[in-house]
């Protein structure tokens, strides 16, 4: 009897992700049709477990007054790499610029082991929580970063270089949760 329910629920998350990735793949524009070659689902599709910001930026789940106490103290720059390890950069240009810091200024402060000052950090988490928003839309890592690094037609731009502002975050925010419930976007 429960057979048939979790074959039933299996299906319907199958459904869930292939229309997800249709709409993901019908924003990305054609010249990205590869992106559908690479995702495919030949495995029933598990629910990943919910993620939050601080897993991402400290290595554990921290209470939410905890973060806003790291963020206000400033984050350290560990969380820098963190961002870039999970969004699969090999630099770290792309997450400095998106946060204000130049090249220069992160590598005075990694050798004086200075953590990023408030605003960087309040930018750094901004960033975590889109990541974090993308993966738990998508239910994938991969789908949702390459969702973050392609050029949206909607957005027109890639929706990680919006997340220097609120207004470009706000934009993105609209965007994923547009996919969450299955509106084309």
């Known amino acids: 009897m429960n057979a048939?329910?979790?074959?039933?629920?299996?299906?319907?998350?199958?459904?869930?992700?292939?229309?997800?990735?249709?709409?993901?793949?019908?924003?990305?524009?054609?010249?990205?049709?590869?992106?559908?070659?690479?995702?495919?689902?030949?495995?029933?599709?598990l629910v990943m477990p919910h993620i939050r910001p601080s897993q991402l930026l400290m290595g554990e789940a921290l209470s939410d007054q905890s973060m806003i106490e790291n963020v206000r103290d400033g984050l350290p720059l560990t969380a820098v790499?963190?961002?870039?390890?999970?969004?699969?950069?090999?630099?770290?240009?792309?997450?400095?610029?998106?946060?204000?810091?130049?090249?220069?200024?992160?590598?005075?402060?990694?050798?004086a082991r200075k953590p990023l000052d408030p605003i960087q950090s309040d930018r750094l988490y901004r960033l975590?929580?889109?990541?974090?928003?993308?993966?738990?839309?998508?239910e994938d890592q991969s789908i949702a970063i390459d969702w973050l690094k392609t050029e949206n037609r909607v957005l027109g731009a890639t929706p990680i270089s919006l997340l220097d502002t609120e207004v470009g975050t706000e934009q993105v925010e609209k965007i994923l949760n547009r996919i969450e419930y299955g509106m084309y976007s």
């Not at 975590?128 to 998508?138: G, P, R, T």
């Open 4 to 45: 048939p329910s979790h074959s039933s629920s299996t299906r319907r998350a199958k459904r869930k992700i292939v229309l997800k990735k249709k709409i993901f793949q019908t924003m990305a524009g054609p010249r990205d049709s590869h992106i559908e070659r690479t995702h495919t689902l030949e495995t029933p599709h």
């Open 81 to 111: 790499s963190r961002i870039t390890e999970s969004m699969a950069l090999s630099e770290h240009d792309l997450i400095l610029e998106n946060i204000g810091m130049s090249q220069r200024t992160y590598q005075r402060r990694k050798q």
């Open 128 to 138: 975590a929580k889109i990541e974090v928003q993308a993966i738990n839309v998508f």
